[in-house]
């Protein structure tokens, strides 16, 4: 797939892997940390616009609303470029929601494309068969000016995802199930294809969740070929007109890994490294908790919120725990309250929160102490990564973060009665 959609944006027949390719970019994305350096760069290049205003989005999520004057000076760069460039896609607080949540939300990533964006996350596209990949800023500029940008084209491990789910067992399991078995540089920039029966049956929620980590197994993309699914979600969204494209029956892959999901249950990804992963049987120590958090461009999505509503319902969150909701964008607050799943969350004795990046890099919002311990629906577990460094962070899905959060230490659903 990603050989076909580079050959496609760079005018060749077809690219092989090793080549470097400079190709056409369908959409151009920054948020508040990474877009003001871009700004910057840009500034430099000497040109008085951009290439093309309805093909960059400025997302302002990772310390918004701004957490202090230093994060408020770097939204207001943002801001004034947009203004500036009058472009199209700028997301106030308000209208915004946390980046990869939103662009698919709102129709802006679609088959075929090609997206690049200043935050490594970006590869979230791919479940829509995309080439989504994260850049630098300075790369990010560069294309905000001419509209390409350079690719060494990156081979591709396929991995088959066969049999049926688990209860519980979710996109997030798969994902982390999957980087155990690979490492965080399993894939280092290749392409990561996921396909099967499995995946199939997979809800467009899921496989975001899915893509989005990707880069957590050092892959350059996560890619799922478009079906009837991806253009049931696109039908009322898509604000261009686009073209799936699929892998060839014969094509190339560097490996082809093959899981059986039946095998699976829920897993937990211990620190520091999303690749310590351990299915919830084969945790055998009682783990207590301080922090339990739902949300994020990993896991914000309306079904994430209903996983952990069903968990929730009629519980209560432990007397030692906090627990904190960021739905991912004001559209899906605004259907989970209607949906009645604030009130359960908020019955519980959870927090919920408008949609941001905040705790999960540990900007604001959720910031760990010394010695305290997060179960987290996030993507990454480094060395301090939501607070402290000598706190510690376990990702999970959010049925068992919703199930931790009421036990008071790392819990399956099943122990929530």
Not at 45 to 53: E, H, N, P, S
Request: glycine residues 10%.
């Amino acid at each position: 797939m990603i050989e076909k959609i580079l050959a496609a944006h760079s005018d060749q027949d077809q690219v092989k892997p090793g080549e470097i390719v400079n190709a056409r970019v369908d959409m151009v994305l920054g948020n508040d940390i990474t877009a003001p350096v871009a700004v910057k760069e840009f500034n430099k290049i000497g040109v008085d616009r951009v290439f093309d205003k309805e093909r960059i989005a400025l997302v302002p999520d990772h310390f918004a609303p701004n957490k202090d004057i230093k994060a408020a000076e770097q939204v207001k760069v943002v801001r004034e470029f947009a203004q500036k460039h009058d472009i199209t896609n700028y997301f106030e607080v308000g209208q915004m929601g946390i980046e990869h949540v939103l662009l698919p939300e709102k129709g802006l990533t679609l088959p075929g494309e090609i997206i690049i964006g200043a935050d490594s996350h970006t590869c979230t596209y791919g479940a829509l068969g995309a080439l989504g990949t994260g850049v630098g800023s300075t790369d990010m500029a560069a294309a905000m000016a001419t509209g390409k940008a350079w690719f060494k084209v990156p081979p591709t491990i396929k991995i088959v995802y066969s049999g049926e789910l688990k209860p519980h067992v979710s996109g997030k399991d798969l994902i982390l199930y999957t980087i155990g078995k690979i490492g965080v540089d399993g894939a280092l920039y290749k392409a990561m294809e996921f396909t099967g029966e499995a995946i199939e049956n997979l809800s467009m929620d899921g496989r975001m969740t899915m893509s989005n980590m990707a880069i957590e197994a050092g892959g350059k993309a996560g890619l799922i070929a478009a079906d009837e699914k991806t253009e049931a979600y696109l039908e009322d969204r898509a604000q261009r007109e686009y073209t799936i494209v699929k892998p060839d029956s014969d094509a190339e892959y560097e490996q082809v890994i093959e899981i059986d999901v039946s095998q699976i249950e829920p897993q937990v990804a211990f620190p520091s490294l999303p690749e310590n992963t351990k299915g919830l049987n084969e945790i055998t120590e009682k783990i207590e908790i301080h922090q339990s958090v739902i949300g994020s461009c990993t896991n914000g999505r309306i079904e994430d919120l209903r996983a952990a509503a069903e968990i929730f319902k009629g519980q209560k969150v432990h007397k030692n725990v906090r627990c904190l909701v960021f739905p991912g964008t004001q559209a899906i607050y605004k259907q989970a309250m209607h949906e009645g799943l604030f009130d359960i969350f908020i019955d519980a004795g959870a927090a919920v929160s408008t949609p941001t990046c905040g705790p999960c890099l540990g900007g604001h919002m959720g910031i760990l102490a010394d010695g305290e311990r997060a179960i987290s629906t996030t993507n990454r577990n480094f060395v301090g990564r939501m607070g402290s460094t000598s706190s510690e962070v376990y990702l999970a899905s959010p049925a068992v973060a919703a199930a931790s959060a009421i036990k008071g230490y790392i819990a399956g659903p099943e122990e929530v009665k």
